[in-house]
């Protein structure tokens, strides 16, 4: 697994968005500073997603988690969903300090024991995001692939509206509340198509 380990913290002062160091720069401190940073920047959205999770627990509804997270944090509400769904696809077992959330990203729709897997592999490899994607699609269940070609049109129509979609506010909210419907387990069955 990964180097889980805390380093020493140098002397460094934040103020705003700008970080000194006190007492001068040496390297083995400069060094240890950019382990911090880097670990906090990767943890940064698992982090933020964990947190949002317990917020649920909390007692808030959605809607009032998320408006309080925006007050609280100063993040958009995209970004927050974003990151409570990735923490909620990816569980604290499976992540690895040593990969990107993007890496994590990835595999959230694969089995957790699968997640892992796939995970190790792109580590001991090396792989990029990209390449880690490309071996993902490979272990999809065929079943999630469209069966004819009006299938695998419809398919790209839908894609291209989603990937269009993303842009507008309103289109996180939709998400979130399918989201929601889909964790609560209940079963929605919609009335049949007039025509």
Same mark, same amino acid.
Not at 119 to 134: G, T, V
Not at 135 to 144: R, W
Not at 166 to 181: G, H, M, N
């Given at each position: 697994?990964?180097?889980?380990?805390?380093?020493?913290?140098?002397?460094?002062?934040?103020?705003?968005?700008?970080?000194?160091?006190?007492?001068?720069?040496?390297?083995?401190?400069?060094? @240890?500073?950019?382990?911090?940073?880097?670990?906090?920047?990767?943890? @940064? $959205?698992?982090?933020?997603?964990?947190?949002?999770?317990?917020? #649920?627990?909390?007692?808030?509804?959605?809607?009032?988690?998320?408006?309080?997270?925006?007050?609280?944090?100063? =993040?958009?509400?995209? $970004?927050?969903?974003? !990151?409570?769904?990735?923490?909620?696809?990816?569980?604290?077992?499976?992540?690895?300090?040593?990969? *990107?959330? @993007?890496?994590?990203?990835?595999?959230? !729709?694969?089995?957790?024991?699968?997640?892992?897997? #796939?995970?190790?592999? !792109?580590?001991?490899?090396?792989? @990029?995001?990209?390449? =880690?994607?490309?071996?993902?699609?490979?272990?999809?269940?065929? *079943?999630?692939?469209?069966?004819?070609?009006?299938?695998?049109? =419809?398919?790209?129509?839908?894609?291209?509206?989603?990937?269009?979609?993303?842009?507008?506010?309103?289109?996180?909210?939709?998400?979130?509340?399918?989201?929601?419907? !889909?964790?609560?387990?209940?079963? $929605?069955?919609?009335?049949?198509?007039?025509?």
């Amino acid at each position: 697994m990964a180097d889980n380990k805390l380093v020493e913290i140098p002397k460094f002062i934040i103020e705003g968005y700008s970080l000194k160091m006190e007492g001068g720069t040496q390297k083995p401190e400069w060094v @240890s500073a950019g382990r911090i940073l880097g670990k906090i920047g990767k943890a @940064s $959205t698992f982090w933020i997603g964990d947190w949002l999770a317990l917020g #649920m627990y909390a007692g808030f509804t959605r809607g009032d988690l998320y408006n309080e997270a925006e007050r609280i944090t100063g =993040l958009g509400r995209e $970004t927050l969903q974003n !990151a409570v769904w990735l923490a909620n696809s990816v569980t604290p077992e499976c992540r690895r300090t040593d990969l *990107s959330p @993007s890496h994590h990203k990835e595999v959230a !729709a694969l089995d957790p024991r699968e997640q892992v897997k #796939m995970l190790d592999q !792109a580590a001991l490899h090396h792989w @990029s995001k990209r390449e =880690l994607h490309d071996q993902v699609q490979g272990k999809l269940p065929v *079943s999630t692939l469209p069966p004819t070609p009006e299938a695998v049109k =419809l398919a790209k129509e839908l894609w291209n509206w989603v990937d269009k979609a993303r842009k507008y506010s309103e289109f996180a909210a939709v998400i979130a509340a399918a989201d929601e419907l !889909a964790q609560s387990g209940r079963r $929605t069955d919609f009335p049949p198509k007039k025509g």
